[in-house]
Nanobody, 123 residues
Framework: QVQLVESGGGSVQAGGSLRLSCAASGGTVSTYYMGWFRQAPGGEREGVAIILRSGTTNVANSVKGRFTISKDNAKNILYLQMNSLKPEDTAMYYC?????????????????WGQGTQVTVSS
């Protein structure tokens, strides 16, 4: 059973940066397809970025050029570096993992979810 624990959320002003971390246990990030998702109040959970087992990444158009997904296989941690944050980035952010990339695609249904970390961006 894989457990995912996010950290690094908080409150920042527009234009600021945050780095989210997702520590994995019970499995290794190198063997799973992993991703970051977010859900704003009243909204649906949407994909932000995914990283394949090979390390290839893909980010949503809404965050392209501002967010970067990466992983440290040795530390078994997934990261999301968020720069130039905007108020519309405010949401609960979740990391997820699945043996199949297809389950990370919309609508996401990965086998494993973290509990989430709140990101609030003020204008």
């Amino acid at each position: 059973q894989v457990q995912l624990v996010e950290s690094g959320g908080g409150s920042v002003q527009a234009g600021g940066s945050l780095r989210l971390s997702c520590a994995a246990s019970g499995g290794t990030v190198s063997t799973y397809y992993m991703g970051w998702f977010r859900q704003a109040p009243g909204g649906e959970r949407e994909g932000v970025a995914i990283i394949l087992r090979s390390g290839t990444t893909n980010v949503a158009n809404s965050v392209k050029g501002r967010f970067t997904i990466s992983k440290d296989n040795a530390k078994n941690i997934l990261y999301l570096q968020m720069n130039s944050l905007k108020p519309e980035d405010t949401a609960m952010y979740y990391c997820a993992a699945d043996p199949s990339m297809r389950r990370l695609l919309s609508p996401p249904s990965p086998r494993y979810w973290g509990q989430g970390t709140q990101v609030t961006v003020s204008s």
